[in-house]
């Protein structure tokens, strides 16, 4: 056959359309949203590209309408989970083994199938799942899949590309080879283009996966398998189960041939997953690769020369934007006393401002929480500030669960700074804020520093370029993404690598060619070109 150093297509970032009154794209996603709404689906497990229905079935329903049922899923049970890793291993022969051009090709084309035929119903299906508004559907479910899947296909071609020196009697190579055994995806609720890359860059570098998405998110992920299926991802390379988490991990685990875990969600479980699996250490034949991003409490920190505008709308935006459900949403804020008057009247008239409701109306910014669980505690935290004496809300505090899990945003005052809402991390719209007096500038970043177990994202407002290197360098452990003069969230594929240290994670930059160097395992090759026939060294000679 022919051979060639191929180029890939320059991965550009998807452009972000606006659903504005008016736009194609804003008709086309309400009607897909009608449509799907008033349908029912069946999803069935994934596996050896069979769709496997078990009986055991659980229902789908958006959170914003719980009593409205979209469809049910089914549940695996362990002889499922066993066939999926047994499927897993039969088929990662032939797809590591394929040609790396050939695997580029089937994943540029599910970001075009996104980009284009399927970008309305997969932004829906976000929408209705997990009660995404259509600007942060169209951010996350199609533009950021897009961007994942188009700039690791570049990435993984600058990781191939990067070679060791050789001289004229040897000529060293490198080769990238996938793991050996399969890579197990645990994937969260709250981003669908998470929910596609934990699978797909695994697999993109020759891996075979186990992908279980999360239960809420079942929905939109189903999706996502039916454009890879589209795309040509060949039988048993990305196989899907859903079901008890527990249950499905510890027979993952238990496998001699499990050779890395790709996680995003909670700190306590990716703790949980790593303490398995180094008591099933000495099972395994290979050490497996451990990458996890996790929790956050994320902070704006605001120095005296802020605009105090500008702060406010980082608050706005950072903290409420999908409901707080971000890892990188900020949930702790330190405004110095000169600003506070200002900042707070500015906030205030944002929240109240804000339209909550069905994300159908596309005049609500603010739309329901996830499921029941989350509002319950949601909802503890703000009843308890509202008769603790070193809390005050400001502006929100109300919650209602009748048709949807809607929490109110809501804006905390702390008098101590190691209020348990500055510390806690919640996932919601709520914001907790201590103001300080300016002359503790210092005092504070120790502060920000010191507060939470967390390093994910941070920012700081500042018109004083001394002040904001201060910062940068003071808080450079406290986050992995750290903005200045910006809102802790949106961080862009290729632009801002993703993740952070402490209990936030590994570490290791969804978005980058970073975390796909830990998909694969490199062997040197050296070939020497005219081989020695003599032991002899010349300093052996009389």
């Not at 794209?25 to 349908?39: D, G, H, P, Q």
């Not at 596996?47 to 229905?53: A, C, T």
């Not at 799942?129 to 559907?137: E, H, L």
Request: hydrophobic content about 40%; overall charge negative; aromatic content about 12%.
């Amino acid at each position: 056959m022919g051979k060639g150093f191929f180029q890939v297509p320059t991965a550009i970032n998807e452009p972000v359309k606006s659903y504005a009154p008016g736009t194609p794209e804003r008709e086309e996603v309400l009607a897909t949203y009608k449509e799907m709404y008033n349908s029912t689906v069946e999803v069935p497990l994934y596996i050896n590209g069979e769709e496997i229905k078990t009986g055991d079935t659980g229902t789908m329903s958006p959170p914003h309408d719980h009593k409205h049922v979209l469809g049910t899923y089914h549940k695996a049970q362990k002889k499922h989970v066993q066939e999926a890793i047994d499927t897993a291993l039969e088929a990662r022969t032939e797809w590591a083994g394929l040609a790396w051009e050939q695997r580029a090709a089937v994943f540029l084309k599910a970001a075009e199938l996104i980009a284009g035929p399927y970008r309305a119903k997969i932004n829906a299906a976000t929408m209705l799942a997990q009660s995404k508004n259509i600007f942060q559907a169209e951010i996350d479910a199609a533009c950021e899949l897009i961007d994942f899947l188009r700039f690791n296909v570049e990435f993984m071609t600058q990781i191939y590309n990067d070679q060791p020196a050789s001289t004229s009697g040897a000529w060293n190579r490198l080769e990238y080879r996938p793991l050996e055994g399969f890579v197990y995806a645990i994937t969260p609720f709250n981003f669908t283009a998470i929910a596609g890359n934990l699978p797909a860059s695994a697999a993109l570098m020759g891996n075979t996966v186990i992908w279980k998405p999360s239960d809420s998110q079942i929905y939109s992920a189903k999706v996502i398998i039916d454009i890879f299926r589209e795309a040509g991802v060949p039988e048993g390379v990305i196989n899907v189960v859903y079901g008890d988490p527990v249950m499905i991990t510890d027979t993952v685990l238990a496998s001699p041939d499990f050779s890395g875990v790709h996680f995003t969600g909670s700190t306590h479980v990716f703790k949980d997953i790593w303490s398995k699996i180094g008591a099933n250490i000495n099972t395994y034949k290979t050490y497996p690769r451990i990458v996890g991003e996790t929790g956050g409490k994320d902070f704006i920190v605001a120095h005296p020369s802020a605009n105090a505008k500008q702060v406010a709308t980082g608050i706005s935006r950072g903290a409420f934007e999908f409901q707080g459900q971000k890892c990188s949403a900020a949930s702790r804020a330190y405004i110095p006393k000169s600003l506070w008057e200002d900042v707070k009247k500015y906030v205030i008239e944002d929240v109240k401002s804000f339209k909550m409701g069905s994300p159908e109306d596309m005049g609500n910014f603010i739309t329901a929480v996830i499921h029941e669980g989350s509002f319950d505690k949601l909802a503890k935290y703000i009843d308890q500030a509202k008769t603790d004496a070193d809390a005050e809300i400001i502006v929100g505090g109300n919650h209602d669960k009748s048709k949807g899990y809607f929490i109110e945003p809501t804006v905390i005052l702390a008098k101590d700074p190691k209020y348990t809402t500055m510390c806690t991390e919640l996932f919601g719209p709520v914001i907790t804020i201590y103001v300080y007096e300016d002359k503790d500038w210092n005092k504070t970043l120790k502060l920000v520093d010191g507060t939470s177990e967390y390093a994910l994202t941070g920012a700081i407002f500042s018109r004083d370029r001394y002040a904001a290197a201060e910062a940068t360098k003071a808080l450079q452990n406290a986050a992995g993404n750290f903005y200045i003069n910006d809102k802790p969230t949106g961080a862009v594929v290729g632009q801002q690598p993703f993740g952070g240290a402490r209990a936030s994670g590994t570490n290791d930059k969804a978005g980058s060619y970073l975390n796909l160097l830990r998909w694969v395992s490199p062997r040197t090759i050296k070939e020497t070109f005219v081989t020695p026939v003599d032991y002899r060294y010349p300093f052996l000679g009389e």
